[in-house]
């Protein structure tokens, strides 16, 4: 059984492991740990854990996904902008050796009933490289819709210009995905 659960240090160097690749990890990133590769310690820094044991603000929150088998999917949710209605999730990554066999969507479904259940949420957002068609139909599947964008958005990572496709899951559609997976059973 899939479950959640805070980030704790300990996880940092699981989840360094599953970034053996550039392109795995700048497509993780984003560019934003700096260059590759990047150590268990450079994600505690980060995240701004201090002795592995705190993390320092009260809008930044990394889950761990585990099951029986231990650490299989990490990810982040932060507050943007400080708006408490909106929710970003980020930084999404599931064990190598798991991909493909639904972990990924499973971890995002249940990042979305902390969201919308928990803290409160009015939307969830999240971008994803249009270079990473994997994540991004993983995305979809889990019920995200494309955003409407005023500009394009894009990075420059590795001498290389990546768009940006932004989504979006409103509070409501994830109600009406819940009852319609509810009437289902």
């Not at 002795?51 to 889950?63: H, I, K, S, T």
């Amino acid at each position: 059984m899939l479950r959640l659960r805070p980030y704790k240090s300990c996880d940092a160097e699981i989840i360094a492991g599953w970034l053996k690749d550039e392109d795995v990890f700048y497509k993780w990133s984003g560019g934003r740990f700096g260059e590759f590769p990047i150590s268990a310690r450079d994600i505690d820094n980060k995240y701004g854990l201090q002795n592995g044991d705190c993390l320092e603000q009260d809008n930044f929150y990394p889950m761990t996904a585990f099951d029986d088998s231990g650490v299989v999917g990490h990810f982040i949710m932060r507050y943007i902008r400080g708006d408490y209605r909106i929710l970003r999730l980020g930084w999404v990554i599931v064990d190598a050796a798991k991909r493909g066999r639904s972990y990924g969507s499973g971890m995002l479904k249940l990042g979305l009933k902390y969201a919308f259940e928990i803290l409160g949420a009015e939307k969830v957002t999240i971008g994803v490289f249009e270079n990473n068609l994997p994540a991004y139909r993983c995305y979809r599947a889990v019920g995200f819709q494309e955003a409407l964008m005023e500009k394009e958005e894009s990075a420059d990572i590795k001498g290389e210009h990546w768009k940006i496709i932004e989504l979006e899951i409103m509070k409501g559609m994830y109600q009406q995905m819940v009852q319609n997976a509810q009437n289902s059973k």
